[in-house]
Structure formats: C-alpha cells, structure tokens
C-alpha cells in the first residue's frame, strides 16, 4: 500500500469494499470507490486506468507495477467489478448479459448474414487477408455504420481508429457517408483518430484509451493494423517470445475496453506464406497461436479474380460454423454483389 494512502486512512477500504459488493452502488470516479485516495488514483491513471469500468477489467499484477499491494490490488478491482456487476454469476443469467450485446452491420447484408446479423460488441473480430482484399475498407465502413441508429444496423455511437500503416482517408468517409445519406462533416467529427508510429506507441493509445471511448460514447474500436509495427520490430526467432507476450498484452487490453464498454472490436492483420503448401490455403494470419485465441471471430478476406469483389470468409467464431459469402468495393463503400458477379467464378 502507497504511505500516502495509509495517511489519507485508505487502509478502511477492505470493508468498504465488501459494502460496495453488496449494495453495487454506481461509482462515476475513480476516486468514488473505496479504497481509492488521490494517491492511488494518480498511480492509476499512470497505467492508464482513467475510468472504473477499465479498472473493473485489471489484473492485480497490472497494478502492482506501480507499487500498489497485491492485496489492495485486489479491494479495489474487485469494488470496480461490483460496481459493473463482473464477478460470479449463474449461467441462467448469461443470457440477460448476452442480450446486451449488439450488432453492427458490416455494409453487406451477405456478410452479416455469415456473421448473424454483423459484428457483436464485448468481443474482437479480426479481418486478415494480402493487400488490397479490402481490410481498410471494411474498417472505413465500420466507422460511419457504427453511427447509424440501430434500426439501420448501427449502434449510434462513435468509432475510435488506430491507424498504423498511414493508409486512413478521409476522403472515402465523405464518400461513404454521402451514400448513406450521412451528414459527413457529423459523421468525422465521430471518428477519434490516431496514428501509431511505434508497437510501444501503439499499446500506449490504447492503454490509455478507456477516457476517450467512455466520454466520448465510442462504440467501435479500429486497430488497422494490429500486427504491422509488432511484426517489422521483432525480427528472427529470439524475439518471438518478446514480441508474442507484447501482443497478448495487447489484445488482453482491447478486450478488456471491448467488455467494459460494451463496444465492437476490430483488428486487421496481414498474411504470410505457409512454407510446403501447394493445396489449398498457401497463406495463414501473422500473430501465431496469440491472436488466434483471442481474436473470438476471425475473417478471412481475399480478392475474386479481378474488379471489386472480394470472398469473406468466416474462419472461426465461438459459436458459428464456417462460412464464405462475397461481397464488393465501390465509391460507396461496402456493398453487397448483384446476381450477374455472384455468378462468376471465383478466384482463389
Ligand atoms: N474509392 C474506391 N472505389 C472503389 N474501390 C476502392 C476505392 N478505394 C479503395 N478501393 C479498393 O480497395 C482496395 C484497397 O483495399 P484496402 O486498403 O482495404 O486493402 P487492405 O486489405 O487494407 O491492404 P493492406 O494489407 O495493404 O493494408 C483497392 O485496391 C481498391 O480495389
Ligand atoms: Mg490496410
């Protein structure tokens, strides 16, 4: 425990703490749950926890980085958690947590239909594929769909976008928006954006994200790409170890932000040859078994032979089967295929 905590007689919080998972009272502040004094509350906006409802997802070891003791590490996640009601519950009630989740359009009424009805918020979903099969595109058109109301497939709320190989336009959101009878000007104004020059750059965003996605109602999180920086940084076998642990942090944060609040996840990543394959799929995802576990649902996206359409496959799902569906890029964004190119024949 910090010694400015135990001056401030923070060392009362153990049974406020149990209060406060009996009562679940609203905490809006960090300050507001027990056990956390301005001391504290500063360590922990250091590590990046601005908001209890990113506190609620911390690990104790997370804050024993700052000097916090395991044991108040434990108090005061776990008043966090009481407060947005994360601890044990029976599998009946599952069900009324499932009902919270919401679905977002991808643009393509052929690829919500594999998808059951579009991306699901509280969970990543992870599109890969070689360049140019429409990655970033999909991405662009997450960002003006998530702001539409519901009854148009959105969830009327803003988009937050980690750009990390420069390739954001603002231009295909004015066009993107225009189609959909969206104010554009409205719609960019939704779209907090940055740019990630580093790995290290890139996880730092995002650990200090949980402000801007709560003060702002972000209901969509972009990291495009989520693998590039980590990729091009840590080259050759010794540093494979390094560089899977930094990227399961990684993703172990954008879960965390995608449950706590209730928004969609989406990561993109890039493919790389399967040495010895001459049947089927010669390429797989970057990012090994890591990305595979946590990405909960995975896409895989490919080029038709030539022009705009594009093969979207969905890899695997928690609960979905297999499923592959076409769509295509246009002007307007993300749209589905006319009956005359889902008749050609397909490439691979
Ligand atoms: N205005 C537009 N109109 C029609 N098609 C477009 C337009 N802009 C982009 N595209 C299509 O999207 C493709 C680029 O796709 P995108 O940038 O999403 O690829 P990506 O999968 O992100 O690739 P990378 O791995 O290089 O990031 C272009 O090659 C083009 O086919
Ligand atoms: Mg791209």
Redesign the pocket.
Known sequence: MLDEDIESGESESSEKAKDASVSRKKYELLEDVPGIGSATSEKLRELGFHTVESLAMATARELEAVGISEKKALEIIGAARSNIGVSFIRADELLKIRHKVSRLTTGSKALDRILNGGLETQTITE?Y????????????QLCVNVQLPKDRGGLDGAALYVDT?N?F?L??IV?MSKHLGLDHEKVAKNIIYAEAYTSDHQMFLLENADEVIKTNDVKLIVL??LT?HFRSEYVGREMLVARQQRLNKHMHKLIGLARAFNTVAVV?N?VMAKPGVFFGDAVHPVGGHVVGHTSHTRVY?R?ASQG?VRIARLVSSPYLPEGEEILK????GIEDTSVDERNKPRGR
């Open positions: 599109f594929g070689q360049y140019g099969s429409g990655k970033s595109q999909l991405c662009h190989e390739t336009r231009e295909r066009q495009d790409s590039a993109t890039q996206l080029r705009p890029i246009t002007e307007n």
